[in-house]
């Protein structure tokens, strides 16, 4: 099983990297040859642009997804208070265009304790989900955000109501490079980076298909001591 997931893995990384830097070597092959038209250069050099961002992009959510985290005494140490992490997240994301048309609900429940980990990096764990439940939704529909107190746990939700997931992924979906989208569109790496910091905080992580449709993540965070 190891052994394939790095294969998985070294594929994928191959695949996201390797494409667009074929992409940029045809794209300045055509410009060498000094054969376009004016008009056509800024095209060409767009182009290069969003290839080159594409590997940024594929490079930067790997550095996530293997970053090394403090000891765990230190982790211990530091708390935040996730009410906070959503308010500011959902701050953050209300004008994004992919969200313009996406209805976003938080229900929150009154003094939940703080829990485990920094502000930062709850906050990547929630904007990776809610990315993923607005590439589901086609940038229109609906997202709840809930956070409950579980006795020594905080339990965070994040519903849409999309299409879900498919069944034939549903067990991988947090693996790496494990995507139902286009080339292009995604490196498959948000909801394995959210898998790493939920891993390394001493918490868990589900995924499931809601009965009356969409996806539901389910993540138990430990409470701050």
């Known amino acids: 099983a190891r052994l394939a997931a790095v294969g998985r893995l070294s594929a994928g990384v191959a695949h996201e990297i390797g494409n667009p830097l074929a992409a940029i070597r045809g794209l300045l092959d055509l410009m060498q040859m000094g054969d376009l038209d004016p008009e056509e250069e800024p095209e ?16 930067r959510d790997l550095l996530d997804f293997s970053r090394t985290e403090p000891t765990e005494d230190t982790r211990v140490e530091s708390s935040a208070d996730l009410s906070a992490v959503v308010s500011d997240t959902v701050k953050l994301i209300d004008r994004q265009t992919r969200f313009r048309d ?3 609900a938080t229900r929150l429940e009154n003094d939940l304790p703080h829990v485990r980990g920094d502000h930062e990096r709850l906050r990547q764990l929630l904007l990776n989900l809610l990315f993923n439940s607005a590439d ?3 940038g229109k529909g609906s997202i709840e955000v809930r956070a409950a107190n579980g006795g020594g746990t905080v339990r965070l939700t994040v519903a849409d109501d999309g299409p879900g997931i498919d069944a034939a992924i549903l067990d991988q979906v947090f693996d ?11 490196t498959g790496l948000g909801l394995a980076v959210c898998h790493t910091i939920v891993e390394r905080l001493g918490g ?5 298909n809601r009965a009356q449709g969409g996806a539901m993540f389910e993540v138990s965070l430990p409470a701050a001591t």
């Open 44 to 59: 060409f050099i767009g182009r290069i642009q969003r290839e080159s961002e594409r590997i940024h992009h594929t490079i």
């Open 102 to 104: 996406i209805e976003i």
């Open 136 to 138: 589901a939704l086609g």
């Open 176 to 186: 790496p490079f494990v995507t139902t989208k286009a080339a292009g569109q995604g």
């Open 204 to 208: 868990s992580i589900e995924a499931r």
